[in-house]
Protein backbone atom coordinates (compact mmCIF):
# COMPACT_ATOMS: atom_id res chain seq x y z
CA UNK A 1 0.00 0.00 0.00
CA UNK A 2 2.86 2.45 0.84
CA UNK A 3 4.61 1.34 -2.65
CA UNK A 4 0.57 2.13 -4.20
CA UNK A 5 1.07 5.86 -3.13
CA UNK A 6 4.34 6.45 -3.83
CA UNK A 7 3.28 5.60 -7.29
CA UNK A 8 0.51 7.95 -7.56
CA UNK A 9 2.79 10.28 -5.36
CA UNK A 10 5.31 10.06 -8.65
CA UNK A 11 2.52 10.96 -11.25
CA UNK A 12 1.96 14.19 -8.88
CA UNK A 13 5.46 15.57 -7.91
CA UNK A 14 3.50 18.64 -6.19
CA UNK A 15 2.48 16.18 -3.19
CA UNK A 16 5.43 14.21 -2.97
CA UNK A 17 6.75 15.82 -0.04
CA UNK A 18 3.78 16.56 1.77
CA UNK A 19 3.20 12.14 1.15
CA UNK A 20 6.54 11.97 2.57
CA UNK A 21 5.19 13.63 6.09
CA UNK A 22 1.94 12.27 5.57
CA UNK A 23 3.54 8.90 5.92
CA UNK A 24 5.53 10.20 8.99
CA UNK A 25 2.95 11.00 10.99
CA UNK A 26 0.51 8.01 10.24
CA UNK A 27 2.83 5.76 9.92
CA UNK A 28 1.82 3.70 12.62
CA UNK A 29 -1.87 3.46 11.14
CA UNK A 30 -0.52 2.21 8.10
CA UNK A 31 1.09 -0.64 10.22
CA UNK A 32 -1.94 -1.45 11.75
CA UNK A 33 -3.54 -2.61 9.05
CA UNK A 34 -0.81 -4.39 6.83
CA UNK A 35 -1.18 -7.59 8.25
CA UNK A 36 -5.66 -7.40 7.73
CA UNK A 37 -4.61 -6.09 4.35
CA UNK A 38 -2.55 -8.69 3.34
CA UNK A 39 -4.98 -10.57 4.74
CA UNK A 40 -7.50 -9.67 1.80
CA UNK A 41 -5.08 -10.12 -0.17
CA UNK A 42 -4.25 -13.96 0.16
CA UNK A 43 -8.05 -15.16 1.40
CA UNK A 44 -10.04 -13.19 -0.49
CA UNK A 45 -8.37 -11.66 -3.55
CA UNK A 46 -6.39 -15.04 -4.38
CA UNK A 47 -9.53 -17.17 -4.53
CA UNK A 48 -11.48 -14.21 -6.54
CA UNK A 49 -8.69 -14.59 -8.98
CA UNK A 50 -9.07 -18.30 -8.79
CA UNK A 51 -11.88 -18.29 -10.01
CA UNK A 52 -10.12 -18.14 -13.28
CA UNK A 53 -9.72 -21.97 -13.78
CA UNK A 54 -13.47 -21.93 -15.16
CA UNK A 55 -11.88 -20.87 -18.23
CA UNK A 56 -8.90 -23.32 -17.54
CA UNK A 57 -7.98 -26.97 -16.91
CA UNK A 58 -7.03 -27.46 -13.04
CA UNK A 59 -5.71 -30.46 -11.50
CA UNK A 60 -5.41 -31.49 -8.07
CA UNK A 61 -1.71 -30.47 -6.50
CA UNK A 62 -0.74 -28.66 -9.56
CA UNK A 63 -1.36 -24.44 -9.77
CA UNK A 64 -3.89 -23.25 -7.89
CA UNK A 65 -5.02 -20.88 -11.19
CA UNK A 66 -4.72 -23.80 -13.45
CA UNK A 67 -2.75 -25.36 -16.24
CA UNK A 68 -3.54 -24.47 -19.33
CA UNK A 69 -6.59 -22.51 -21.01
CA UNK A 70 -10.12 -24.02 -22.21
CA UNK A 71 -12.14 -21.00 -22.98
CA UNK A 72 -15.53 -21.71 -22.49
CA UNK A 73 -15.98 -25.34 -22.41
CA UNK A 74 -17.30 -25.56 -18.72
CA UNK A 75 -19.90 -22.65 -19.37
CA UNK A 76 -21.31 -25.09 -22.81
CA UNK A 77 -20.74 -27.58 -20.74
CA UNK A 78 -23.23 -26.96 -17.46
CA UNK A 79 -25.34 -24.79 -19.98
CA UNK A 80 -26.72 -27.59 -21.70
CA UNK A 81 -27.50 -29.73 -17.81
CA UNK A 82 -30.79 -29.94 -16.89
CA UNK A 83 -29.25 -30.36 -13.38
CA UNK A 84 -27.77 -27.04 -13.23
CA UNK A 85 -31.15 -25.41 -14.63
CA UNK A 86 -33.13 -26.90 -11.74
CA UNK A 87 -30.45 -25.74 -9.31
CA UNK A 88 -30.98 -22.44 -10.68
CA UNK A 89 -34.61 -22.34 -10.83
CA UNK A 90 -34.65 -23.80 -7.21
CA UNK A 91 -32.38 -21.25 -6.30
CA UNK A 92 -34.80 -18.05 -7.34
CA UNK A 93 -37.55 -19.92 -6.47
CA UNK A 94 -36.61 -20.38 -3.05
CA UNK A 95 -35.36 -17.10 -2.38
CA UNK A 96 -37.86 -15.41 -4.14
CA UNK A 97 -40.85 -16.63 -1.87
CA UNK A 98 -38.79 -16.22 0.89
CA UNK A 99 -38.89 -12.90 0.52
CA UNK A 100 -41.96 -12.29 -0.69
CA UNK A 101 -43.36 -13.83 2.57
CA UNK A 102 -40.91 -12.90 4.98
CA UNK A 103 -40.56 -9.36 3.80
CA UNK A 104 -43.84 -7.72 4.46
CA UNK A 105 -44.23 -10.09 7.59
CA UNK A 106 -40.67 -8.59 9.34
CA UNK A 107 -42.39 -5.16 8.78
CA UNK A 108 -45.84 -5.43 10.15
CA UNK A 109 -43.58 -7.50 13.31
CA UNK A 110 -41.38 -4.71 13.14
CA UNK A 111 -44.47 -1.79 13.91
CA UNK A 112 -46.49 -4.38 15.99
CA UNK A 113 -43.61 -4.32 18.33
CA UNK A 114 -43.06 -0.72 18.14
CA UNK A 115 -46.63 -0.09 19.20
CA UNK A 116 -45.80 -2.23 22.10
CA UNK A 117 -45.97 0.60 25.27
CA UNK A 118 -44.44 -1.27 28.62
CA UNK A 119 -40.74 -1.03 28.03
CA UNK A 120 -39.97 -4.30 29.71
CA UNK A 121 -42.29 -6.37 27.68
CA UNK A 122 -41.20 -5.13 24.32
CA UNK A 123 -37.46 -5.72 25.69
CA UNK A 124 -38.65 -9.96 26.62
CA UNK A 125 -39.80 -10.01 23.47
CA UNK A 126 -37.21 -8.57 21.63
CA UNK A 127 -34.95 -11.07 23.38
CA UNK A 128 -36.85 -13.88 22.49
CA UNK A 129 -37.37 -13.09 18.64
CA UNK A 130 -33.56 -12.67 18.07
CA UNK A 131 -33.10 -16.26 19.66
CA UNK A 132 -33.25 -17.95 16.77
CA UNK A 133 -30.44 -15.90 14.79
CA UNK A 134 -27.94 -16.82 17.15
CA UNK A 135 -28.53 -20.93 16.48
CA UNK A 136 -26.20 -23.11 14.77
CA UNK A 137 -27.85 -23.99 11.51
CA UNK A 138 -26.92 -27.36 12.67
CA UNK A 139 -29.49 -27.20 15.15
CA UNK A 140 -31.66 -25.57 13.36
CA UNK A 141 -31.71 -28.24 10.92
CA UNK A 142 -31.86 -30.82 13.70
CA UNK A 143 -35.00 -29.59 15.22
CA UNK A 144 -36.94 -28.98 12.03
CA UNK A 145 -36.30 -33.03 11.43
CA UNK A 146 -37.45 -33.41 14.84
CA UNK A 147 -40.60 -31.06 14.20
CA UNK A 148 -41.60 -33.06 11.15
CA UNK A 149 -40.58 -36.16 12.04
CA UNK A 150 -42.82 -39.24 11.78
CA UNK A 151 -42.81 -39.75 15.57
CA UNK A 152 -42.93 -35.34 15.98
CA UNK A 153 -45.96 -33.20 17.03
CA UNK A 154 -46.63 -32.49 13.27
CA UNK A 155 -47.46 -35.39 12.64
CA UNK A 156 -49.09 -36.46 16.11
CA UNK A 157 -51.32 -33.73 15.44
CA UNK A 158 -52.33 -34.97 11.94
CA UNK A 159 -52.38 -38.43 13.07
CA UNK A 160 -54.89 -37.14 16.14
CA UNK A 161 -56.98 -35.51 13.80
CA UNK A 162 -57.59 -38.78 11.79
CA UNK A 163 -55.24 -38.41 8.92
CA UNK A 164 -51.91 -40.17 7.67
CA UNK A 165 -48.63 -39.26 8.67
CA UNK A 166 -46.51 -37.12 6.33
CA UNK A 167 -42.45 -37.67 5.37
CA UNK A 168 -42.27 -34.26 5.22
CA UNK A 169 -38.44 -33.89 5.04
CA UNK A 170 -38.34 -37.02 2.00
CA UNK A 171 -41.21 -35.13 0.11
CA UNK A 172 -40.47 -32.86 -3.08
CA UNK A 173 -44.01 -30.61 -2.70
CA UNK A 174 -43.16 -29.87 1.24
CA UNK A 175 -39.43 -28.88 0.70
CA UNK A 176 -40.28 -25.21 0.32
CA UNK A 177 -42.85 -25.01 3.12
CA UNK A 178 -40.45 -26.24 5.55
CA UNK A 179 -37.79 -23.97 3.81
CA UNK A 180 -39.64 -20.72 3.96
CA UNK A 181 -41.64 -21.31 7.68
CA UNK A 182 -38.52 -22.35 9.59
CA UNK A 183 -36.62 -19.47 7.66
CA UNK A 184 -39.15 -16.93 9.10
CA UNK A 185 -38.75 -18.61 12.32
CA UNK A 186 -35.04 -17.83 12.54
CA UNK A 187 -35.17 -14.41 10.78
CA UNK A 188 -38.25 -12.97 11.73
CA UNK A 189 -36.84 -10.64 15.26
CA UNK A 190 -33.53 -9.96 13.86
CA UNK A 191 -35.11 -8.83 10.78
CA UNK A 192 -36.75 -6.16 12.88
CA UNK A 193 -33.33 -4.75 14.59
CA UNK A 194 -33.00 -2.20 11.56
CA UNK A 195 -36.78 -0.42 11.09
CA UNK A 196 -37.18 -0.31 15.10
CA UNK A 197 -33.62 1.54 15.00
CA UNK A 198 -35.29 3.90 12.03
CA UNK A 199 -38.83 3.84 14.23
CA UNK A 200 -36.90 5.20 17.05
CA UNK A 201 -35.83 8.11 15.03
CA UNK A 202 -39.27 9.29 14.00
CA UNK A 203 -39.91 12.34 15.91
CA UNK A 204 -42.94 11.51 18.64
CA UNK A 205 -44.48 15.22 17.64
CA UNK A 206 -45.32 13.66 14.45
CA UNK A 207 -47.19 11.17 16.05
CA UNK A 208 -48.86 13.75 18.70
CA UNK A 209 -49.88 16.18 15.77
CA UNK A 210 -51.38 13.26 13.50
CA UNK A 211 -53.68 12.45 16.87
CA UNK A 212 -54.46 15.94 17.06
CA UNK A 213 -55.56 15.76 14.06
CA UNK A 214 -57.77 12.85 14.66
CA UNK A 215 -55.57 9.93 13.37
CA UNK A 216 -56.12 6.86 15.16
CA UNK A 217 -53.66 4.52 15.50
CA UNK A 218 -53.67 2.66 12.11
CA UNK A 219 -53.83 5.91 10.94
CA UNK A 220 -50.68 7.07 12.58
CA UNK A 221 -48.80 3.72 12.02
CA UNK A 222 -49.50 4.51 8.44
CA UNK A 223 -49.26 8.09 7.69
CA UNK A 224 -46.23 8.31 10.34
CA UNK A 225 -44.60 5.12 10.98
CA UNK A 226 -44.17 3.80 7.33
CA UNK A 227 -43.11 6.60 5.61
CA UNK A 228 -40.89 7.30 8.50
CA UNK A 229 -39.07 3.85 7.57
CA UNK A 230 -39.54 3.88 4.16
CA UNK A 231 -35.95 4.51 3.26
CA UNK A 232 -34.69 1.53 5.58
CA UNK A 233 -37.49 -0.85 3.58
CA UNK A 234 -35.80 0.34 0.45
CA UNK A 235 -32.25 -0.22 1.33
CA UNK A 236 -33.20 -3.56 2.96
CA UNK A 237 -35.01 -4.74 -0.21
CA UNK A 238 -32.52 -3.85 -2.63
CA UNK A 239 -29.80 -6.23 -0.54
CA UNK A 240 -32.33 -8.76 -0.82
CA UNK A 241 -32.78 -8.41 -4.73
CA UNK A 242 -29.35 -8.30 -4.87
CA UNK A 243 -28.97 -11.57 -3.07
CA UNK A 244 -32.22 -13.46 -4.93
CA UNK A 245 -29.75 -16.03 -6.90
CA UNK A 246 -27.34 -16.15 -4.05
CA UNK A 247 -26.34 -18.88 -1.87
CA UNK A 248 -27.19 -17.77 1.98
CA UNK A 249 -29.40 -20.62 2.15
CA UNK A 250 -26.90 -22.65 1.42
CA UNK A 251 -26.22 -24.55 4.86
CA UNK A 252 -29.60 -24.92 5.78
CA UNK A 253 -30.62 -26.83 2.34
CA UNK A 254 -27.41 -29.00 2.62
CA UNK A 255 -28.56 -30.01 5.93
CA UNK A 256 -32.19 -30.39 4.99
CA UNK A 257 -31.94 -31.90 1.05
CA UNK A 258 -31.83 -35.44 0.41
CA UNK A 259 -32.16 -37.09 -3.25
CA UNK A 260 -35.43 -37.48 -3.31
CA UNK A 261 -36.38 -34.21 -2.63
CA UNK A 262 -33.19 -32.44 -5.28
CA UNK A 263 -36.38 -31.81 -7.29
CA UNK A 264 -37.05 -28.73 -5.31
CA UNK A 265 -34.25 -28.49 -2.82
CA UNK A 266 -31.24 -28.39 -4.85
CA UNK A 267 -29.97 -24.95 -5.10
CA UNK A 268 -27.02 -23.62 -7.02
CA UNK A 269 -24.73 -24.03 -4.43
CA UNK A 270 -25.53 -27.35 -3.31
CA UNK A 271 -25.22 -28.45 -6.74
CA UNK A 272 -21.57 -26.27 -7.02
CA UNK A 273 -20.35 -28.30 -3.81
CA UNK A 274 -21.80 -31.68 -5.42
CA UNK A 275 -20.46 -31.06 -8.71
CA UNK A 276 -16.84 -29.87 -7.03
CA UNK A 277 -16.19 -31.23 -3.58
CA UNK A 278 -18.24 -34.10 -4.62
CA UNK A 279 -17.23 -35.34 -7.95
CA UNK A 280 -14.24 -33.28 -8.48
CA UNK A 281 -15.20 -31.49 -11.18
CA UNK A 282 -13.57 -28.44 -10.24
CA UNK A 283 -13.22 -26.01 -13.13
CA UNK A 284 -16.87 -27.21 -14.04
CA UNK A 285 -18.53 -26.36 -10.44
CA UNK A 286 -16.24 -22.82 -10.46
CA UNK A 287 -17.77 -21.93 -13.94
CA UNK A 288 -21.25 -22.30 -12.32
CA UNK A 289 -20.25 -20.43 -9.07
CA UNK A 290 -18.64 -17.88 -11.44
CA UNK A 291 -22.16 -17.21 -13.08
CA UNK A 292 -24.13 -16.81 -10.16
CA UNK A 293 -21.45 -14.39 -8.56
CA UNK A 294 -21.95 -12.32 -12.21
CA UNK A 295 -25.77 -13.05 -12.01
CA UNK A 296 -25.93 -11.06 -8.32
CA UNK A 297 -23.92 -8.27 -9.22
CA UNK A 298 -26.03 -7.55 -12.26
CA UNK A 299 -29.01 -7.94 -9.89
CA UNK A 300 -27.47 -5.77 -7.44
CA UNK A 301 -26.51 -3.27 -9.89
CA UNK A 302 -30.28 -3.07 -11.43
CA UNK A 303 -32.25 -3.09 -8.47
CA UNK A 304 -30.40 -0.09 -6.96
CA UNK A 305 -30.29 1.89 -9.94
CA UNK A 306 -34.41 0.97 -9.99
CA UNK A 307 -34.38 2.29 -6.51
CA UNK A 308 -32.60 5.40 -7.13
CA UNK A 309 -34.89 6.10 -10.13
CA UNK A 310 -37.91 5.69 -7.95
CA UNK A 311 -37.16 6.74 -4.76
CA UNK A 312 -34.02 9.24 -4.84
CA UNK A 313 -31.81 6.96 -2.82
CA UNK A 314 -29.65 4.22 -3.49
CA UNK A 315 -26.58 1.84 -1.85
CA UNK A 316 -24.30 3.34 -3.56
CA UNK B 1 -41.77 19.53 11.16
CA UNK B 2 -44.35 19.59 13.05
CA UNK B 3 -45.39 22.90 15.02
CA UNK B 4 -44.37 21.80 18.55
CA UNK B 5 -47.17 20.93 20.83
CA UNK B 6 -46.67 22.47 24.25
CA UNK B 7 -49.12 21.00 25.34
CA UNK B 8 -48.39 17.52 25.83
CA UNK B 9 -50.81 16.41 29.25
CA UNK B 10 -53.53 17.27 27.23
CA UNK B 11 -52.03 15.43 23.84
CA UNK B 12 -51.60 11.98 25.54
CA UNK B 13 -54.72 12.03 27.46
CA UNK B 14 -56.20 12.65 24.06
CA UNK B 15 -54.03 9.30 22.45
CA UNK B 16 -55.23 7.27 25.45
CA UNK B 17 -59.32 6.41 23.87
CA UNK B 18 -60.71 3.49 24.47
CA UNK B 19 -59.67 2.29 21.08
CA UNK B 20 -56.00 2.98 21.76
CA UNK B 21 -56.32 0.81 24.99
CA UNK B 22 -57.69 -1.89 23.27
CA UNK B 23 -55.29 -2.34 20.04
CA UNK B 24 -52.83 -2.15 22.75
CA UNK B 25 -54.16 -5.46 24.61
CA UNK B 26 -54.68 -6.89 21.69
CA UNK B 27 -51.50 -6.67 19.88
CA UNK B 28 -49.45 -7.48 23.83
CA UNK B 29 -51.50 -10.92 23.27
CA UNK B 30 -51.01 -11.39 19.43
CA UNK B 31 -47.20 -11.15 20.13
CA UNK B 32 -47.47 -13.22 23.21
CA UNK B 33 -48.87 -15.77 21.30
CA UNK B 34 -46.22 -15.11 18.61
CA UNK B 35 -43.52 -15.84 20.93
CA UNK B 36 -44.49 -18.73 22.27
CA UNK B 37 -44.94 -20.21 19.10
CA UNK B 38 -41.17 -19.30 18.55
CA UNK B 39 -40.26 -20.71 21.90
CA UNK B 40 -42.04 -23.93 21.38
CA UNK B 41 -39.00 -25.59 19.31
CA UNK B 42 -36.81 -25.08 22.21
CA UNK B 43 -39.33 -26.21 24.56
CA UNK B 44 -40.01 -29.50 22.93
CA UNK B 45 -36.20 -29.92 21.93
CA UNK B 46 -35.57 -29.53 26.38
CA UNK B 47 -38.17 -31.42 27.13
CA UNK B 48 -37.27 -34.51 24.71
CA UNK B 49 -34.22 -34.65 25.89
CA UNK B 50 -35.34 -34.73 29.69
CA UNK B 51 -38.00 -37.72 28.62
CA UNK B 52 -37.59 -41.20 28.96
CA UNK B 53 -37.56 -43.90 25.82
CA UNK B 54 -41.20 -45.13 26.51
CA UNK B 55 -42.75 -41.48 26.60
CA UNK B 56 -41.27 -40.58 23.40
CA UNK B 57 -42.01 -43.71 21.84
CA UNK B 58 -45.84 -43.39 22.61
CA UNK B 59 -45.80 -39.64 21.07
CA UNK B 60 -46.51 -38.44 24.85
CA UNK B 61 -44.19 -35.62 24.69
CA UNK B 62 -45.21 -32.24 24.07
CA UNK B 63 -43.29 -29.04 26.29
CA UNK B 64 -43.14 -30.85 29.02
CA UNK B 65 -40.99 -33.83 29.76
CA UNK B 66 -42.65 -36.69 30.22
CA UNK B 67 -40.76 -40.00 32.32
CA UNK B 68 -38.16 -37.16 33.57
CA UNK B 69 -34.96 -38.64 33.78
CA UNK B 70 -31.22 -37.03 33.62
CA UNK B 71 -30.26 -40.50 31.78
CA UNK B 72 -29.79 -39.01 28.33
CA UNK B 73 -26.88 -36.13 29.67
CA UNK B 74 -25.69 -38.97 31.26
CA UNK B 75 -25.27 -41.00 28.71
CA UNK B 76 -24.55 -37.84 26.19
CA UNK B 77 -21.54 -36.40 28.35
CA UNK B 78 -20.03 -39.95 29.13
CA UNK B 79 -19.97 -40.88 25.65
CA UNK B 80 -16.01 -39.78 24.94
CA UNK B 81 -17.34 -38.39 22.00
CA UNK B 82 -18.96 -35.31 23.01
CA UNK B 83 -17.46 -33.63 25.42
CA UNK B 84 -14.28 -33.60 23.56
CA UNK B 85 -15.38 -32.35 20.58
CA UNK B 86 -17.26 -29.34 22.87
CA UNK B 87 -13.70 -28.47 24.50
CA UNK B 88 -12.39 -28.48 20.76
CA UNK B 89 -15.43 -26.25 20.38
CA UNK B 90 -14.55 -24.09 23.46
CA UNK B 91 -10.64 -23.49 22.22
CA UNK B 92 -11.60 -22.87 18.69
CA UNK B 93 -13.96 -19.98 19.33
CA UNK B 94 -11.69 -18.62 22.54
CA UNK B 95 -8.66 -18.62 19.59
CA UNK B 96 -11.09 -17.55 16.32
CA UNK B 97 -12.79 -14.65 18.76
CA UNK B 98 -9.74 -13.48 20.40
CA UNK B 99 -8.06 -13.45 16.43
CA UNK B 100 -10.46 -12.08 15.00
CA UNK B 101 -10.91 -9.02 17.30
CA UNK B 102 -7.76 -8.01 17.02
CA UNK B 103 -7.67 -8.54 13.13
CA UNK B 104 -10.73 -6.86 12.59
CA UNK B 105 -10.23 -3.20 15.08
CA UNK B 106 -6.39 -3.41 13.73
CA UNK B 107 -8.29 -2.97 9.80
CA UNK B 108 -10.80 -0.76 11.31
CA UNK B 109 -9.27 1.71 13.12
CA UNK B 110 -7.26 2.68 10.31
CA UNK B 111 -10.09 2.73 7.96
CA UNK B 112 -12.24 4.61 10.39
CA UNK B 113 -9.70 7.92 9.73
CA UNK B 114 -10.61 10.16 6.68
CA UNK B 115 -7.43 11.64 7.04
CA UNK B 116 -5.14 8.46 5.90
CA UNK B 117 -4.74 8.93 2.14
CA UNK B 118 -4.83 5.32 1.61
CA UNK B 119 -8.36 4.94 2.69
CA UNK B 120 -9.13 5.78 -0.76
CA UNK B 121 -8.30 2.55 -2.39
CA UNK B 122 -8.37 0.64 0.93
CA UNK B 123 -12.10 1.08 1.44
CA UNK B 124 -13.23 -0.14 -1.86
CA UNK B 125 -10.52 -3.16 -1.95
CA UNK B 126 -12.25 -4.15 0.98
CA UNK B 127 -15.73 -3.66 0.42
CA UNK B 128 -15.30 -4.80 -3.03
CA UNK B 129 -15.15 -8.45 -1.78
CA UNK B 130 -18.47 -8.40 -0.24
CA UNK B 131 -20.03 -7.55 -3.76
CA UNK B 132 -18.13 -10.55 -5.47
CA UNK B 133 -15.86 -13.35 -4.37
CA UNK B 134 -14.09 -16.41 -5.34
CA UNK B 135 -16.58 -19.28 -4.76
CA UNK B 136 -16.27 -22.67 -2.46
CA UNK B 137 -14.14 -24.24 -4.98
CA UNK B 138 -11.08 -21.83 -5.19
CA UNK B 139 -11.40 -21.30 -1.64
CA UNK B 140 -10.78 -24.63 -1.09
CA UNK B 141 -7.77 -25.13 -3.80
CA UNK B 142 -6.58 -22.16 -1.53
CA UNK B 143 -6.79 -23.74 1.74
CA UNK B 144 -5.48 -27.50 0.15
CA UNK B 145 -2.38 -25.52 -1.67
CA UNK B 146 -1.49 -23.69 1.66
CA UNK B 147 -1.18 -26.98 3.26
CA UNK B 148 -3.64 -25.95 5.89
CA UNK B 149 -5.68 -29.12 4.91
CA UNK B 150 -6.29 -30.57 8.65
CA UNK B 151 -5.59 -27.92 10.65
CA UNK B 152 -6.99 -25.84 12.91
CA UNK B 153 -5.86 -22.83 10.86
CA UNK B 154 -8.52 -24.03 8.10
CA UNK B 155 -11.41 -23.67 10.82
CA UNK B 156 -10.45 -20.31 11.67
CA UNK B 157 -8.68 -18.12 9.08
CA UNK B 158 -12.01 -18.23 6.42
CA UNK B 159 -13.97 -16.11 8.80
CA UNK B 160 -11.34 -14.41 11.09
CA UNK B 161 -12.06 -11.09 9.65
CA UNK B 162 -15.63 -10.18 8.40
CA UNK B 163 -16.34 -7.11 5.62
CA UNK B 164 -19.88 -6.80 7.71
CA UNK B 165 -18.82 -6.30 10.82
CA UNK B 166 -15.17 -4.16 9.81
CA UNK B 167 -18.14 -1.93 8.30
CA UNK B 168 -19.81 -1.80 11.68
CA UNK B 169 -17.18 -0.92 13.77
CA UNK B 170 -15.47 1.65 11.74
CA UNK B 171 -18.91 3.46 12.10
CA UNK B 172 -18.64 3.14 15.44
CA UNK B 173 -14.78 4.64 15.75
CA UNK B 174 -15.80 7.34 13.43
CA UNK B 175 -17.91 8.32 16.81
CA UNK B 176 -14.99 8.65 18.90
CA UNK B 177 -14.37 12.37 19.52
CA UNK B 178 -11.16 13.24 17.78
CA UNK B 179 -10.35 15.71 20.01
CA UNK B 180 -10.07 12.97 22.88
CA UNK B 181 -7.44 11.31 20.62
CA UNK B 182 -5.93 14.51 20.02
CA UNK B 183 -5.49 15.27 23.41
CA UNK B 184 -4.45 12.27 24.47
CA UNK B 185 -1.31 12.35 21.50
CA UNK B 186 -0.41 15.75 22.79
CA UNK B 187 0.09 13.92 26.04
CA UNK B 188 2.55 11.81 24.71
CA UNK B 189 0.78 8.92 23.12
CA UNK B 190 1.70 7.83 19.79
CA UNK B 191 -1.36 7.25 17.43
CA UNK B 192 -1.22 3.62 18.09
CA UNK B 193 -1.28 4.62 21.39
CA UNK B 194 -3.87 6.58 20.98
CA UNK B 195 -5.95 3.75 19.65
CA UNK B 196 -5.09 1.43 22.72
CA UNK B 197 -5.59 4.24 25.43
CA UNK B 198 -8.35 6.29 24.26
CA UNK B 199 -10.28 4.66 21.38
CA UNK B 200 -10.63 0.74 22.63
CA UNK B 201 -11.56 1.55 26.31
CA UNK B 202 -14.65 4.34 24.17
CA UNK B 203 -15.66 1.57 22.14
CA UNK B 204 -16.68 -1.03 24.26
CA UNK B 205 -20.35 -1.21 23.17
CA UNK B 206 -18.87 -2.49 19.81
CA UNK B 207 -16.26 -4.81 21.27
CA UNK B 208 -19.13 -6.47 23.03
CA UNK B 209 -21.17 -6.49 20.33
CA UNK B 210 -18.27 -8.11 18.05
CA UNK B 211 -16.86 -10.37 20.69
CA UNK B 212 -20.49 -12.23 20.86
CA UNK B 213 -20.94 -12.07 16.72
CA UNK B 214 -17.35 -13.62 16.10
CA UNK B 215 -18.44 -16.04 19.10
CA UNK B 216 -21.70 -17.39 17.82
CA UNK B 217 -19.65 -17.43 13.98
CA UNK B 218 -16.81 -19.79 15.74
CA UNK B 219 -19.17 -21.83 18.00
CA UNK B 220 -21.49 -22.71 15.06
CA UNK B 221 -19.21 -23.62 12.95
CA UNK B 222 -19.38 -26.92 11.48
CA UNK B 223 -18.94 -26.39 7.13
CA UNK B 224 -15.28 -25.38 7.74
CA UNK B 225 -14.61 -28.24 9.74
CA UNK B 226 -16.78 -30.52 7.55
CA UNK B 227 -14.40 -29.46 4.44
CA UNK B 228 -11.22 -29.26 6.11
CA UNK B 229 -10.63 -31.72 9.44
CA UNK B 230 -10.36 -34.69 8.39
CA UNK B 231 -9.21 -36.39 11.85
CA UNK B 232 -11.83 -36.78 14.14
CA UNK B 233 -10.44 -35.43 17.51
CA UNK B 234 -10.46 -32.22 15.77
CA UNK B 235 -13.94 -31.94 15.61
CA UNK B 236 -15.86 -29.33 16.78
CA UNK B 237 -18.94 -30.04 18.55
CA UNK B 238 -20.94 -28.40 15.44
CA UNK B 239 -19.89 -31.10 13.21
CA UNK B 240 -20.45 -33.90 15.70
CA UNK B 241 -23.92 -32.79 15.79
CA UNK B 242 -24.27 -32.47 11.99
CA UNK B 243 -23.29 -36.30 11.59
CA UNK B 244 -25.26 -37.16 14.26
CA UNK B 245 -28.67 -35.21 13.26
CA UNK B 246 -27.62 -37.04 9.34
CA UNK B 247 -26.81 -39.65 10.04
CA UNK B 248 -29.74 -41.27 12.13
CA UNK B 249 -32.66 -38.81 9.90
CA UNK B 250 -32.24 -41.39 7.22
CA UNK B 251 -33.61 -43.96 8.83
CA UNK B 252 -36.50 -42.24 10.12
CA UNK B 253 -39.47 -44.26 8.18
CA UNK B 254 -38.14 -47.47 10.66
CA UNK B 255 -39.48 -45.48 13.86
CA UNK B 256 -38.00 -48.44 16.16
CA UNK B 257 -36.35 -48.16 19.92
CA UNK B 258 -32.91 -47.37 18.16
CA UNK B 259 -34.35 -44.05 16.40
CA UNK B 260 -35.85 -42.72 19.43
CA UNK B 261 -33.02 -43.35 21.61
CA UNK B 262 -31.24 -41.27 18.72
CA UNK B 263 -33.64 -38.68 18.97
CA UNK B 264 -33.17 -38.82 23.19
CA UNK B 265 -29.49 -38.50 22.45
CA UNK B 266 -29.56 -35.26 19.73
CA UNK B 267 -31.58 -33.29 21.33
CA UNK B 268 -29.64 -33.58 24.88
CA UNK B 269 -26.31 -32.87 22.36
CA UNK B 270 -28.40 -29.92 20.45
CA UNK B 271 -29.36 -28.53 24.33
CA UNK B 272 -25.96 -28.47 25.73
CA UNK B 273 -24.54 -26.85 22.50
CA UNK B 274 -26.96 -23.91 21.88
CA UNK B 275 -26.87 -23.30 26.04
CA UNK B 276 -23.59 -21.36 26.14
CA UNK B 277 -24.80 -18.55 23.62
CA UNK B 278 -28.69 -18.83 24.79
CA UNK B 279 -27.15 -17.73 27.94
CA UNK B 280 -24.45 -14.97 27.00
CA UNK B 281 -26.80 -13.46 24.16
CA UNK B 282 -29.18 -11.45 26.64
CA UNK B 283 -26.92 -9.80 28.20
CA UNK B 284 -25.07 -8.18 25.68
CA UNK B 285 -28.50 -7.40 23.42
CA UNK B 286 -28.32 -3.63 24.23
CA UNK B 287 -24.75 -3.60 23.13
CA UNK B 288 -25.90 -5.26 19.82
CA UNK B 289 -28.98 -3.63 19.06
CA UNK B 290 -27.05 -0.34 19.64
CA UNK B 291 -24.09 -1.72 17.69
CA UNK B 292 -26.54 -2.73 14.76
CA UNK B 293 -28.30 0.29 14.73
CA UNK B 294 -25.35 2.46 14.33
CA UNK B 295 -23.97 0.57 11.53
CA UNK B 296 -27.29 0.35 9.93
CA UNK B 297 -28.22 3.63 9.67
CA UNK B 298 -24.08 4.48 8.10
CA UNK B 299 -25.05 2.09 5.30
Known amino acids: MAANNKKKAKNDVFQQESLGRHLKKYWQLYVMMLIPVIYYVIFRYVPMVGNIIAFRRYRAGSSIFGDEWSGLKYFNQFIKDTNFWRAFRNTLALNIKYLVISFPITIIFAILLNEIKNVHYKKLVQTISYLPHFISMVIVAGMIRELVSTSGPINSLIVSMGGEPIQFISLPQWFTTIFVTSGIWQGLGWGTILYLAAMSGINPELYEAASLDGANRLKQIWHVTLPGILPTIMTLLILNIGSLCGSAAFEKVFLLYQPTTYETADIIATYVYRMGLGSGNYSYATAVGLFQGLINIVLLTAANIFSKKTTGSGLY | ?299
Open chain 2, 1 to 299: MAKKVKDTPEASRMIVSPGYRAFTIFNDILIGIICIAMLYPFLYLIAQSFSSTEAIVAGKVGIVPVGFSVDTYKYVLSSGVFLPDYLNTLIYAVIGTVSALVLSSLLAYPLSKPELRCNKFIGPFIIFTMYFAGGMIPNYILMVSLGLKDTVAAFILPGVISTYYVILMRSFFESVPKELEEAGEIDGLSRFGAFIHVALPMSKPILATMTLFYLVQYWNDWFDAFLYLDTQSKWPVAYYLRNLISTSSSSAEDAGEALTIAANIKSCAMVLTAAPIICVYPFIQKYFVAGMMLGGVKG
